[in-house]
Structure formats: structure tokens, C-alpha cells
């Protein structure tokens, strides 16, 4: 779960009402979830280092309190907090949302007789589109163009 704490003044309370609505105790009064609002910092570089720690360890002890699957992150930001889920790609590429907007895409490799989920598109546009590609390379593709490994082009190399 990626987390950004102190952005807006009212960060903090919006954690401890989060986490006091799920009977998880903070450990943060008010005047302790307050952090410095002037803008991101290198871990351990924020001038007001204390309550930021502990209001991470706050959001820390709060999601370990709950699965992947289970986790109100939606609603953390629906009350204005920047939470979102960190996933590896494998799980990006299984996800419906992902599908149904293009990010991954089916691609039939014909000679095996199935298709490979690859990453088509970063973002959705709206005056242009992602359009998803060819199939990867097979091994040793070029041998039809007259090379071989052996005769591959060096990085030194010009066309």
C-alpha cells in the first residue's frame, strides 16, 4: 500500500477517524498526526520527522490489520487521503479494471497456437490511443534477413 501523509492540513484526523471506524486504535491524538504540509521529502530529510514516523507507523499497523483483498484503501481516499495498492505486474495483468481499459492486452502468437497477455498502453488519451503491437521477436529471428548470432550487429556498428 502506498500512502502520502501530510500533503492536506487535515491528513491526520482523516487517519485517526479511519482507524478509530475500524476499532484500530492510532496511537495519534490530533495535535501528534499533524506533519509538515510543504510538500515530499526524502525519507528522514521532512523537518518535522517525528510525527510523520508515527503517523506512517499509524497507517503501518493499520493496513497489516487487513488482507490485500479486504483493505479500505478506496475509501481512505474517498475521504481525501492519496492511498493506493502497490502491485507486482503479473497482478496488474489479471486485473479487470487493467483488461477493460487496454493497459494489457491478449496477443496471439499463431505458431504456438495461444496468446500472451503483454502491457499495451500506459494511460488513456484522448486525443490519441495506445495501439497494441506485434507479438515479441521469435529466438533467432534474423537468421531470415542473412544473420546469425555470430554475425549480429555490434553497438559500434552502423546500418
Known amino acids: ?15 485517526i477517524a479511519l482507524m478509530e471506524k475500524y476499532g484500530i486504535e492510532p496511537g495519534l491524538d490530533k495535535e501528534t498526526a499533524k506533519t509538515a504540509r510543504v510538500g515530499r521529502f526524502v ?24 488482507t490485500y483483498e479486504n483493505i479500505p484503501w478506496r475509501e481512505a481516499q474517498q475521504s481525501g487521503m492519496l ?24 496477443v496471439e ?10 502491457a499495451t498502453s500506459k494511460w488513456i488519451g484522448t486525443a490519441t490511443g495506445w495501439t497494441p503491437g506485434r507479438r515479441a521477436p521469435r529466438l533467432n529471428r534474423g537468421r531470415r534477413h542473412g544473420r546469425s548470432p555470430d554475425t549480429a550487429r555490434r553497438a559500434g556498428d552502423r546500418p
Request: proline share 10%; hydrophobic share 35%.
Open 109 to 118: 502468437h499463431p505458431e504456438l497456437g495461444k496468446s500472451f497477455r503483454y
Open 43 to 66: 525519507p528522514g530529510t521532512a523537518p518535522d520527522q517525528a510525527s510523520r514516523d508515527q503517523a506512517m507507523e499509524a497507517v503501518t499497523r493499520f493496513v497489516r490489520a487487513f
Open 83 to 106: 492511498w493506493a495498492p502497490l502491485r507486482k505486474p503479473h497482478e496488474n495483468a489479471l486485473d479487470p479494471h487493467w483488461i477493460k481499459r487496454g493497459s494489457v492486452t491478449d
Open 1 to 15: 500500500m502506498m500512502a502520502s501523509l501530510g500533503n492536506r492540513p487535515d491528513d491526520g484526523e482523516k487517519l
